[in-house]
């Protein structure tokens, strides 16, 4: 944790999300968070409803609302992965 008990931690923005960058703002963003901060606490600040059709990886692992945020983590908010080719299956 940082001074003032606050975690910080660093998140980059992928495709449609690039709209939520501040004007002017490129690449990752830091945000400072309370203590014992989750996933959807982020999302409520940066303004994503939990219920967002969103994918979020923390420190390259997917993660879910409560998934916990430690400081200095890396944060990615990126599109659901969309279908696919056919390999392998029957016309």
């Keep these: 944790m940082t001074a003032g008990g ?3 931690v660093r998140v980059t ?3 449609g999300f690039r ?3 501040p004007p002017g703002a490129v690449g990752p963003q ?17 303004g994503i409803d939990a219920a967002a059709d969103a994918t979020v ?7 879910t609302p ?8 890396e944060v990615m908010i990126l ?6 080719g056919t390999h392998g299956e029957a016309p």
């Design 79 to 84: 599109s659901p992965m969309e279908g696919g």
């Design 13 to 15: 923005f992928f495709a």
């Design 30 to 46: 830091r945000y400072a968070l309370p203590p014992r901060a989750r996933v959807t606490d982020l999302l409520d600040i940066i």
């Design 19 to 21: 709209r939520l960058l």
């Design 57 to 63: 990886a923390v420190n390259g692992e997917i993660a």
């Design 66 to 73: 409560d998934t916990p945020l430690p400081d200095s983590a």
């Design 6 to 8: 606050t975690v910080t």
